[in-house]
């Protein structure tokens, strides 16, 4: 069962990694950037202030622990017990793999630490916010960074699925503790 489930992992990756052209390698090279997420939670600020004022700070606070969470978690429970190898590592598919500007990252990959920390941060924010189209706009944004990592021949597309899905858990996971802690305020 599972090498079926890893001969369709390769052969999804393999088709969606060979749908590239130059204007979306540099696009999706830049999406993949740790900036983008800054960006992004730089925006999330300006829905945040107005709403939590100055608990705000506490939002700083619980957003740090997540991405701490989903970081650590990927690479220490994941990444290191797996140890599945990152496709452009993988000798199996050797020379099909479309690699942008020749990163590969480290030598394993399952699950996508970039796919766990954008869906904890939108998870976490959607549900503190509450607004359904910021709501859509933060899962859209994190699912195109997550994409990317496929695009780019660093990620199997199950590598992202299970990161979105650990980060999700690990958002909502935070927002409840979050919760616990501003009801004791």
């Known amino acids: 069962m ?5 001969q369709l992992d ?3 990756f393999l088709k969606l990694n060979s749908l590239h052209n130059s204007f979306f390698d540099v696009v999706m090279y830049y999406l993949s950037q740790s900036i983008i997420i800054v960006g992004v939670f730089l925006w999330l600020l300006y829905y945040f202030i107005p709403q939590y004022r100055y608990k705000t ?24 017990v797996f140890q599945r190898l990152r496709p452009c590592h ?28 954008t869906f904890g941060i939108a998870v976490f924010s959607a549900l503190l916010l509450k607004r359904k189209k910021l709501s859509i706009a933060l ?35 935070v927002y409840r503790l979050f919760l616990l802690v501003l009801q004791r305020l």
């Open 2 to 6: 599972i090498d079926i489930l890893n």
């Open 10 to 12: 390769i052969s999804l």
């Open 57 to 80: 700070f506490l939002i700083l606070l619980f957003v740090s622990i997540c991405i701490l969470l989903t970081d650590q978690i990927s690479v220490h429970l994941f990444k290191d």
């Open 90 to 117: 993988n000798p199996q598919i050797e020379g099909l793999v479309h690699l942008v500007n020749g990163k590969c990252g480290g030598q394993f990959g399952f699950v996508s630490s970039h796919a766990a920390n």
């Open 139 to 173: 899962i859209l944004i994190a699912s195109l960074i997550s994409y990317s990592r496929i695009y780019l021949g660093v990620h199997f597309p199950g590598d992202v699925f299970c990161g979105a899905l650990l980060g999700a858990f690990i958002g909502w996971l």
